[in-house]
């Protein structure tokens, strides 16, 4: 398997990322938000916008590991077979998730 194109995906998506803040950004500014007197709804909607920005950079955190352990896997040649039946990942599911660990019968099974 050639796994350059995947790889190249990777890189990428891990430099979007980080670009982003990747999952450290401060969250000062919305905390400003807070600090200020405001009505109820006020307060509500800023602590809502820091729950949000909040879970983006727990997901951020997430994706940037998965996608080291991808570009680890791409290294040692195990990239590209499910974790879990230890078939090969289709080459559909890689272009759209490159980081995936599993292929999409035992992702289904996950969600199930």
Same mark, same amino acid.
């Given at each position: ?6 790889? +190249? ?50 997901? +951020? ?52």
């Amino acid at each position: 398997m050639d796994t350059s194109v995947y790889k +190249d995906a990777l890189l990428r998506k891990r430099g979007e990322i980080l670009a982003a803040g990747g999952g450290v950004k401060p969250l000062q500014a919305s905390m400003d938000v807070n600090s200020r007197q405001g009505d109820l709804a006020d307060q509500a909607s800023g602590n809502n916008e820091v729950h949000i920005q909040l879970k983006l950079k727990q997901t +951020d955190a997430k994706i940037l590991q998965a996608i080291e352990e991808a570009l680890w896997r791409i290294e040692k040649g195990t990239y590209g077979v499910c974790r879990d039946c230890g078939e090969p990942i289709a080459p559909a599911r890689l272009n759209a998730i490159p980081w995936t660990r599993v292929c999409i019968t035992c992702k289904e099974k996950q969600s199930a």
